[in-house]
């Protein structure tokens, strides 16, 4: 069983920047493949960010790269969403997941765990 806690959202003016952060409480973090997906209020849950838990390969959805960096640190057993250029458009519940497959980063139905999300409000 894999817990995950999410923390660091907040109400931000667009163009600022924010720092997620999501703990797993697991006993081997380094095998787990790790993602950040948000849904904002009427819409359905999008991919944001992946890092694979072998190499650390990165993964963006189009709407956020060059502006979003997604990091671990294995040994605090922690996964980083350093989000930069903060627009409107980045307001919703983001949330941190966990999978055991390498494959299908993208597709939420690949992961097996999910943390409680945090809020992120950006105003214009």
């Known amino acids: 069983q894999v817990q995950l806690v999410e923390s660091g959202g907040g109400l931000m003016q667009a163009g600022g920047s924010l720092r997620l952060s999501c703990a797993a409480s697991?006993?081997?973090?380094?095998?787990?493949?790790m993602g950040w997906f948000r849904q904002a209020p009427g819409k359905e849950r999008e991919f944001v960010a992946a890092i694979s838990g072998s190499d650390s390969t990165t993964y963006y959805a189009d709407s956020v790269k060059g502006r979003f960096t997604i990091s671990r640190d294995n040994a605090k057993k922690t996964v980083y969403l350093q989000m930069n250029s903060l627009k409107p458009e980045d307001t919703a519940v983001y949330y941190c997941?966990?999978?055991?497959?390498?494959?299908?980063?993208?597709?939420?139905?690949?992961?097996?765990?999910w943390g409680q999300g945090t809020q992120v409000t950006v105003s214009s």
């Open positions: 997941a966990a999978r055991w497959s390498g494959s299908d980063y993208y597709r939420s139905g690949a992961y097996n765990y």
């Open positions: 697991v006993r081997t973090f380094s095998i787990y493949h």
